[in-house]
T-cell receptor, first 116, second 113 residues
């Protein structure tokens, strides 16, 4: 089935640790995104990438890092510099077009990260 | 910068009634607006898109309106069912050339039998 696969679904991080969330898509989409969702909050953009080997900071990039070595993969590392990492993380992808084309964004099932 | 508001955090209605959810934005009019459904612990799923030159869009029991004068979109679910219970998010383009979306906080709809 085509779609976006995120893993793991649940992840626990100890203080001072870096953790990496995996995101793979087989939709052949150029653009990929990472969002963070906190209870009662909207989705906030962490990083995005529109082409392999290139990515841009979103609204809340501090304490996070990404890579885009392959078109289908966009892993997110939550570093120890992120002081409040407990949240629900969503990976997404979409086809690129004209910015007003409104192409649908497809989401993965999300990953829960908890600091212990 | 563009801001987006979904006025109600939660909406409770009786089965069979029409649910109406509101999405307001400030500043410039977006080229389009989208609505998504999110179930607990899952990723959002796309429902409908409406463009700035469209007043209304329908899909089965769903209807979306777009009023660029009021800077508002309304999302209607007619003949609501308990299975419609979920959080509904509106999203619109942030005005940048990248085509990134900004999302509202969502409205949690509960349909009681």
């Amino acid at each position: 089935d085509g779609g976006i696969t995120q893993s793991p679904k649940y992840l626990f991080r100890k203080e001072g640790q870096n953790v990496t969330l995996s995101c793979e898509q087989n939709l052949n989409h150029d653009a990929m995104y990472w969002y963070r969702q906190d209870p009662g909050q909207g989705l906030r953009l962490i990083y995005y990438s529109q082409i392999v080997n290139d990515f841009q900071k979103g609204d809340i990039a501090e304490g996070y890092s990404v890579s885009r070595e392959k078109k289908e993969s966009f892993p997110l590392t939550v570093t120890s510099a992120q002081k409040n990492p407990t949240a629900f993380y969503l990976c997404a992808s979409k086809e690129l077009g004209q910015h007003y084309s409104g192409n649908t964004i497809y989401f993965g099932e999300g990953s829960w990260l908890t600091v212990v | 910068s563009q801001k987006i508001e979904q006025n109600s955090e939660a909406l409770n209605i009786q089965e069979g009634k029409t649910a109406t959810l509101t999405c307001n934005y400030t500043n410039y009019s977006p080229a389009y607006l989208q609505w998504y459904r999110q179930d607990p612990g899952r990723g959002p799923v796309f429902l409908l898109l409406i463009r700035e030159n469209e007043k209304e869009k329908r899909k089965e029991r769903l209807k979306v309106t777009f009023d660029t004068t009021l800077k508002q979109s309304l999302f209607h679910i007619t003949a609501s069912q308990p299975a419609d219970s979920a959080t509904y998010l509106c999203a619109l383009d942030n005005g940048g050339s990248q085509g990134n979306l900004i999302f509202g906080k969502g409205t949690k709809l509960s349909v009681k039998p």
